[in-house]
């Protein structure tokens, strides 16, 4: 079975604070994605990586980055978080197919 | 500009009756299409897919039809059982969105109560 975990479940920060969200897959996949779920707006991309060390900006990319070293770990990084970053995050990776596997989600909550 | 829509956020269905569960794309280059399930506290799970060759795909009790010419798709869950009760998204791809991506655009999700 495909695993990806998420280094969190909840996570409670301040505004201003520089957060880390990682992601683990154990199944060798190249795609990598971070989406956001919010109540009536469902999940929207972040930014997605193809491969190690590639990124691509998804839909609402702005006030984040990401950051892919190994091929099995996708990190998100929220530079400053605000308030508006409240949200559950969602990690997902596959292999050569449009079929996603996700994390738990972790719930943050901004300050 | 959303492109992939589920117009209807609940949905409530009689245990053993169909679900019906709608989903319609503005984009014509979409060519493939997935329903995934979400319960509270987890990720979403991939539930079934089908492409744009087809027209219906079958699993157990979940069928996906495909009309190409509405832009719309459906999922039926016969018969509904309590543990059905999620909330469910319906995703769409095109293969011409290069970089090998497999990048997935998500409806906002029908949130399905299946009553005892």
């Known amino acids: 079975d495909v695993k990806v975990t998420q280094s969190s479940r909840y996570l409670v920060k301040r505004t201003g604070e520089k957060v880390f969200l990682e992601c683990v897959q154990d199944?060798?996949?190249?795609?990598m994605f971070w989406y956001r779920q919010d109540p009536g707006l469902g999940l929207r991309l972040i930014y997605f990586?193809?491969?190690?060390?590639?990124?691509e900006k998804g839909d609402i990319p702005e006030g984040y980055s990401v950051s892919r070293e190994k091929k099995e770990r996708f990190s998100l990084i929220l530079e400053s978080a605000s308030t508006n970053q409240t949200s559950m995050y969602l990690c997902?990776?596959?292999?050569?197919?449009?079929?996603?596997?996700f994390g738990p989600g972790t719930r943050l909550t901004v300050t | 500009d959303q492109q992939v829509k589920q117009n209807s956020p609940s949905l409530s269905v009689q245990e053993g009756r169909i679900s019906i569960l709608n989903c319609d794309y503005t984009?014509?280059?979409?060519?493939?299409f997935l329903w995934y399930k979400k319960y509270p506290a987890e990720g979403p799970t991939f539930l079934i897919s089908?492409?744009?060759?087809?027209d219906k795909n079958e699993d157990g009790r979940f069928t996906v039809f495909l009309n190409k010419s509405a832009k719309h798709l459906s999922l039926h869950i016969v018969p509904s059982q309590p543990g059905d009760s999620a909330v469910y998204f319906c995703?769409?791809?095109?293969?011409?969105?290069?970089?090998?991506?497999?990048?997935?655009?998500f409806g906002k999700g029908t949130k399905l109560s299946v009553i005892p």
């Open positions: 997902a990776s596959s292999f050569r197919s449009y079929e996603q596997y």
């Open positions: 199944m060798d996949h190249e795609n």
């Open positions: 990586s193809y491969d190690v060390k590639m990124k």
């Open positions: 984009n014509s280059m979409f060519d493939y």
């Open positions: 089908i492409s744009s060759i087809k």
């Open positions: 995703a769409a791809s095109s293969s011409y969105s290069g970089a090998g991506s497999y990048q997935l655009t």
